[in-house]
């Protein structure tokens, strides 16, 4: 998704991933502009979209992890675990908004 060239310096390597990000959201903005979407998107936001419809299409795990670059499959199921809260936390307004 952010294509980086390796550096040997990390702290250069760090700046350039940092510059990658914000100019992929900032392209992400303009896109939702024109899509009439008013949420903010960010890659944070697109990247655990796409964790959760592919979890709620029944992809295994392991599948999504590799999609999302993971090195370990532990870290796709932290990002999966949080996303199941967030979706019980809004049931719950659900039922106490009562509609």
Do not use: C
Not at 13 to 37: M, S
Not at 49 to 60: C, E, Q, Y
Not at 69 to 75: A, I, N, Y
Request: net charge positive.
């Amino acid at each position: 998704m952010l294509p980086i060239i390796k550096r040997e310096n990390l702290v250069d390597q760090y700046k350039d991933i940092q510059w990658a990000q914000k100019r992929y959201n900032k392209r992400l903005k303009t896109i939702a502009g024109k899509a009439g979407i008013e949420e903010k998107l960010t890659s944070y936001v697109s990247r655990h979209s796409f964790a959760s419809i592919a979890n709620n299409m029944a992809i295994p795990v392991t599948a999504i992890s590799e999609m999302l670059g993971h090195q370990r499959l532990t870290t796709t199921q932290v990002y999966l675990a949080g996303l199941q809260k967030n979706s019980i936390d809004q049931y719950n307004e659900k039922i106490l908004s009562g509609s």
